[in-house]
Antibody, heavy 121, light 113 residues
Framework: EVQLVQSGGGVVRPGGSLRLSCAAS????????MSWVRQGPGKGLEWVSG????????GYADSVKGRFIISRDNTKNSLYLQVNSLRAEDTAFYFC??????????????WGQGTLVTVSS | NLMLTQPHSVSGSPGKTITISCTRS????????VQWYQQRPGSSPTIVIY?????PSGVPDRFSGSIDSSSNSASLTISGLKTEDEADYYC????????????FGGGTKLTVL
């Protein structure tokens, strides 16, 4: 069974940092691209960042470029998102999601449970 | 920047059929595949249609997808509405200039009356 288990959310002050993690199981992790998608309170889905199967291709939404860093460790079957210089508008549930193929563009076929990041002073 | 525009809400009675549209702001709708995701309250999204009109295993055949080049839009149709279909639905495609960049529509709230 495909599972994506997320951790690392929390409350952080403006300008602060967090590291979000997504532990994968039930499939061959390094066969698939991965993405992070966020959802602000009462809002829609917003793609944040994506990475292909080996980390050789990475993309960021303009809203987070230069502040967030996506990475993966295929030896640990894990995906990460380092979120820096946080702003109030970054407050959201953050979902990790698996692409259906190793690279882009492919659909997101499995999603994690989400982790809440709250930016507040 | 690419935008996908969806109606804010749609509603229908049990057993009826509804259609949710997703209009692409620039570039041809057929140039990049469209996906549809369902998000029930308090849950993570799940995919219900991929590559314009394909259904993942486990998704009922009451769900169907299509694209219309004349209106530059994609559509999700749900027939035989059930109360369990009540959810938010999001279309998703890709930016031609950055194929790694996913773009989501604003979402449509489906109410089953």
């Amino acid at each position: 069974e495909v599972q994506l288990v997320q951790s690392g959310g929390g409350v952080v002050r403006p300008g602060g940092s967090l590291r979000l993690s997504c532990a994968a199981s039930g499939f061959t992790f390094d066969d698939y691209g991965m993405s992070w998608v966020r959802q602000g309170p009462g809002k829609g889905l917003e793609w944040v960042s994506g990475i292909n199967w080996n980390g050789g291709s990475i993309g960021y939404a303009d809203s987070v470029k230069g502040r967030f860093i996506i990475s993966r460790d295929n030896t640990k079957n894990s995906l990460y998102l380092q979120v820096n210089s946080l702003r109030a508008e970054d407050t959201a549930f953050y979902f990790c999601a698996r692409h259906s193929g190793g690279s882009f563009p492919t659909p997101l076929d499995f999603w994690g449970q989400g982790t809440l990041v709250t930016v507040s002073s | 920047n690419l935008m996908l525009t969806q109606p804010h809400s749609v509603s229908g009675s049990p057993g009826k059929t509804i259609t949710i549209s997703c209009t692409r702001s620039s570039g041809r709708i057929a140039s990049n595949f469209v996906q549809w995701y369902q998000q029930r309250p308090g849950s993570s999204p799940t995919i219900v249609i991929y590559e314009d009109d394909k259904r993942p295993s486990g998704v009922p055949d009451r769900f169907s997808g299509s694209i219309d080049s004349s209106s530059n839009s994609a559509s999700l149709t749900i027939s035989g509405l059930k109360t369990e279909d009540e959810a938010d639905y999001y279309c998703q495609s890709y930016d031609n200039t950055h194929l790694a960049h996913l773009v989501f529509g604003g979402g449509t709230k489906l109410t089953v009356l």
